[in-house]
């Protein structure tokens, strides 16, 4: 598997209103790999992931699959939602059989294939039930089985934990890192929570707002034996706090940001 | 606080209104300050009802109107669900359709009669007809603003999973907009009613309508009130059964 996003840009709206949200963006993925794209919010990072996978299409640039250019959604990329999206009318086994039915598996093979990935997630206990009768993290533990049940080549991950509390989204980033660990799949997660990031990825690109592009890319070669002592070593401290310094850099304050709108308005700004 | 909770049961509370009302009635009626051909006791309603249904009128009549209104609904049902949904989840269909619908629903349906009658006559077909075109843009309109709010998640997900164009309308759409197009559909079934009872009024052998006109010629005033009660009584079981179907098969939207 290899995905290959390549000098991709993205503007929405047509004309003079049009707006510039993706500028150039570059980024390699392979068989195995755990990437992050952390930003903050405007960096435009969702938008790249809903390009990966085919939700949008890029105003300019490509992005090849296995050498076959991206058109439209597959279920070789799958995807995990933020907020929580699963069907609330099927039960936790079927909402992970949900995606093996769409593509015509054979019932064995469904029903095996549920069971395993309600094993993989904890919740074998939990199928019967419906999503409203799970709590915040069963419910994407859940979701996170159906995408990985559907057999992708790559899954991506936007801000899976964003809406979990903070004690929970901790323990649901050891799982998935684990589950990683165990599985081999190939994963793209997006984040705007830099410890998240390092914890699990090997490979962490940086983006910056308006327009959004990759501004930095670090290889993050961490020994992950222990990922809650991790969080307290230093050479992960440090790094985490040098990238945070570049992400509080891009972040112009509203004091200047405002300052440039209005210098922009009086005519004297031609930059975009 | 207890008397409170004691009270706080789904028919109690509604029996006693309609105890109470019927009670009030009794007393007005007992007292004898209105004239009674203008207002029967509940006594005399219920004998002229029995009447009725010894003569076999008020089953006959019953069905007459039922036949009407179920006849035309099933129509308005089978039309408005796939042309809602196709509004709903198409922007040029919807673009094609919606100025057309929005027109056409605000022209009251009873209009829609002389029509009927020069076109089609004075038989079943035009009452049916009817009771089709008074229902259909509401269906229609309240399934397309059910398709219009489908979770955009629910819809990308089964697209990354594999899921195709008519795959996606059975699976996701038409599952998550069921609770809703049961609920348009039993709140519209009034309008039904009310076209057949109109279309009855207008010309028809049979029917409650039909029944509650010819007592107004002869001064029936209890015939009157057999079939608005009748009437009220058929739509509260055909609500009620709306409600059970819901229950039974969207356990998880309630």
Known sequence: MHLSVKGVSKSFGKGRDSKLVLDDINLEINSGEFVALVGSSGSGKSTVMRLIAGLEQPSSGTIHMDDRLVRGPGPDRGMVFQKYSLYPWLSAADNVAFGMRLQGRNKRDVKERTAYFLEVVGLQDSASRFPRQLSGGMQQRVAIARALAADPKVVLLDEPFGALDLQIRESMQEFLYQLWERSGLTALLITHDLEEALLMAQRVHIMAPRPGRVVRTVAANLDRGNLSALRMERSFLELREDLAGCLRGLDQDPAALAARSLASTTGSSSSG | ?254
Do not use: H
Request: hydrophobic residues 55%.
């Open chain 2, 1 to 254: 606080m207890s008397l409170r909770r004691r009270l706080d049961q789904p028919w109690l509370l509604g029996l006693v209104g309609v105890l109470t009302l019927l009670l009030l009635w009794q007393v007005v009626a007992s007292l004898r300050v209105v004239d009674p051909l203008f207002l029967p006791s509940p006594a005399e309603v219920l004998g002229a009802g029995a009447e009725q249904y010894q003569e076999g009128v008020l089953v006959n009549d019953a069905l007459a109107s039922i036949g009407r209104v179920l006849g035309g609904y099933a129509l308005s049902i089978v039309v408005s669900l796939p042309l809602g949904i196709a509004m709903g989840s198409n922007r040029l269909v919807c673009q094609l359709l919606e100025p057309l619908l929005g027109l056409i629903r605000y022209m009251p349906a009873p209009a829609f009669i002389p029509l009927l009658i020069i076109y089609f006559g004075l038989g079943e077909l035009p009452k049916v007809l009817l009771i089709f075109i008074g229902t259909l843009f509401f269906n229609t309109l309240m399934i397309m603003d059910a398709v219009k709010f489908v979770p955009s998640e629910l819809l990308e997900s089964a697209l990354t999973m594999g899921g195709r164009g008519l795959q996606i309308t059975t699976r996701v759409v038409a599952p998550f907009i069921a609770p809703q197009v049961l609920d348009a559909y039993r709140i519209n079934m009034a309008a039904a009613w009310n076209l057949v009872i109109v279309a009855e009024l207008v010309a028809a052998n049979e029917g409650l309508g039909k029944r509650i006109s010819l007592a107004q010629r002869f001064l029936r005033t209890d015939e009157i009130f057999v079939g608005l009660i009748a009437i009220g009584l058929i739509g509260l079981l055909i609500d009620l059964g709306f409600r059970l179907v819901m229950r039974r098969s969207c356990r998880w939207a309630i």
